[in-house]
């Protein structure tokens, strides 16, 4: 499908952009956490803060209890396929929707909202998050076939990459985002 993709990451790719399009969070930004996060299917790694992180996404333990109103368990963030990405833009999409900072501080939260570990996290994740975009760019904005999955999923999806510049604070209802993707559906 993607040549340069190794077949054993194209889920991943089909996954955090089909999710960020159902969450409203850019697809550069889901992608980017997903490499960073980098987790397999079942894994659970233990915090020195007694939580655990699990699944693909290394989804936090401490969301579990929220999530628990909705049937969602343990189970379903350490399983195969799908829907721990879903799982993650939807937090994603929280952290960049309620809480403060700029986007990349907001996008960080996912992992520590710990100022230390979050400016880490930060700057590595505008780093792959740049990356992402130009891999957006290059390989969905000039070739939407390419991504047959995520087209037949959603039809009449088109991207888009926007180039602006950074900003200090980002209003979700805006959609300034520092070289994101935006996807519009055909019925706008």
């Avoid at 409203?24 to 987790?39: R, T």
């Avoid at 655990?52 to 209890?65: A, P, S």
């Avoid at 999409?93 to 520590?112: C, E, M």
């Avoid at 992402?132 to 037949?152: F, G, M």
Wanted: proline share 6%.
């Amino acid at each position: 499908m993607f040549i340069d993709i190794p077949p054993q990451h194209q889920e991943r790719v089909i996954c955090a952009i089909t999710a960020s399009i159902k969450y409203a969070v850019p697809a550069n930004i889901v992608l980017a956490v997903a490499e960073k996060e980098a987790g397999k299917p079942g894994q659970w790694v233990r915090n020195t803060n007694g939580t655990h992180d699990v699944g693909v996404m290394q989804f936090n333990t401490t969301y579990l209890k929220q999530l628990s109103h909705y049937g969602i368990t343990a189970n379903d963030v350490a399983a195969k396929g799908c829907y721990p990405y879903d799982l993650a833009a939807w937090r994603l999409h929280g952290h960049i929707s309620k809480d403060t900072g700029d986007i990349w501080t907001r996008a960080a939260n996912y992992h520590s909202r710990t100022p230390k570990y979050n400016a880490i996290y930060r700057a590595d994740l505008i780093k792959k998050a740049n990356k992402w975009a130009a891999w957006i760019q290059k390989n969905l904005t000039k070739n939407p076939a390419s991504l047959p999955e995520v087209a037949a999923t959603l039809p009449k999806v088109v991207h888009t990459v926007e180039h602006t510049k950074p900003s200090t604070q980002v209003a979700m209802t805006s959609v300034y985002v520092p070289r994101a993707i935006s996807i519009k559906n055909g019925n706008e």
